[in-house]
C-alpha cells in the first residue's frame, strides 16, 4: 500500500514569506507526527496529532509555526514569515496509535529560505 | 530536546567488517527504536527493543539494550556498501513521542 507522502520535495522562498508543507499519512493510522532535521543534525520533534485528541505542539519552536489536521487525513505545516534559520527538512511520520510506536515516515520537504 | 545521543558520531569501515552503534539516553523508557536515513530524507524503521528485552535480532541487526546503563547498542554483521547511511535511536516514555538521538554516520566502503 501507498506510505506517508509529502508535498512539496523541495521549497524554495524568500525571508519573510509564508509556506505550506503538506503531508499525506498512511490511511488509518490515527497518529501523525512533523519533525524539522537541520543539516547535518538529529530530529526535533515539533507536533503530534492523535485522533481527535488536542494536538502535542510542544516541540513548535515560535508561534510562527502552526499546523492543522483533517480528522485523521492530510496535515499541513505552515510557517509564517520565514527567516533563514527555518531553512531545514520537515519530515511528516504516521503511526497506527497510542499502542502501535513504529512511525512510518515520508521522504521529507526540504524547505531553503533566502 | 534531544534524549539520546549516538556514539560514535561517524565510523568508516570496509565491507564485510561489522558496525556498531552505541546510544545512551537519560530517562526511563518504554521502547527504544533504531531508525536509518539514506541521504538526509525519510527515515525507515529498523528494530524496536522493548524496556523489558535485553536483545533483539532482525537478519544482520542485533540490538542489545541495558536499562541499568541506559544505553542500547546496534551491531550490523558482515556489513555491506548499502548499509551506508545514518543510524538513529529513538526513545519512548509514556507518550507516543520518539526523541531521537543525534545519529551515527557510517560509511562501507566497497
Known amino acids: 500500500g501507498a506510505g506517508v507522502s509529502q508535498s512539496p520535495s523541495n521549497k524554495v522562498t524568500e525571508k519573510g514569506k509564508d509556506v505550506e508543507l503538506r503531508c499525506d499519512p498512511i490511511?488509518?493510522?490515527?497518529?501523525l507526527y512533523w519533525y524539522r532535521q537541520r543539516l547535518g543534525q538529529g530530529l526535533e520533534f515539533l507536533i503530534y496529532f492523535q485522533g481527535n485528541s488536542a494536538p502535542d505542539k510542544s516541540g513548535l519552536p515560535s508561534d510562527r509555526f502552526s499546523a492543522e489536521r483533517t480528522g485523521e487525513s492530510v496535515s499541513t505545516l505552515t510557517i509564517q514569515r520565514t527567516q533563514q534559520e527555518d531553512s531545514a527538512v520537515y519530515l511528516c511520520?504516521?503511526?497506527?496509535?497510542?499502542?502501535?510506536?513504529?512511525?512510518?515516515f515520508g521522504p521529507g520537504t526540504r524547505l531553503l529560505v533566502l | 530536546s534531544q534524549q539520546g545521543e549516538e556514539d560514535p558520531q561517524a565510523l568508516s569501515i570496509q565491507e564485510g567488517e561489522n558496525a556498531t552503534m552505541n546510544c545512551s539516553y537519560k530517562t526511563s523508557i518504554n521502547n527504544l527504536q533504531w531508525y536509518r536515513q539514506n541521504s538526509g530524507r525519510g527515515l525507515v524503521h529498523l528494530i524496536l527493543i522493548r524496556s523489558n528485552e535485553r536483545e533483539k535480532h532482525s537478519g544482520r541487526l542485533r540490538v542489545t539494550l541495558d536499562t541499568s546503563k541506559k544505553s542500547s547498542s546496534l551491531l550490523i554483521t558482515a556489513s555491506r556498501a548499502a548499509d551506508t547511511a545514518s543510524y538513529f535511536c529513538a526513545t519512548v516514555f509514556n507518550t507516543d513521542k520518539l526523541i531521537f538521538g543525534t545519529g551515527t554516520r557510517l560509511q562501507v566502503f566497497p
Open positions: 490511511s488509518g493510522h490515527t497518529a
Open positions: 511520520a504516521s503511526s497506527l496509535g497510542r499502542f502501535q510506536e513504529t512511525q512510518y
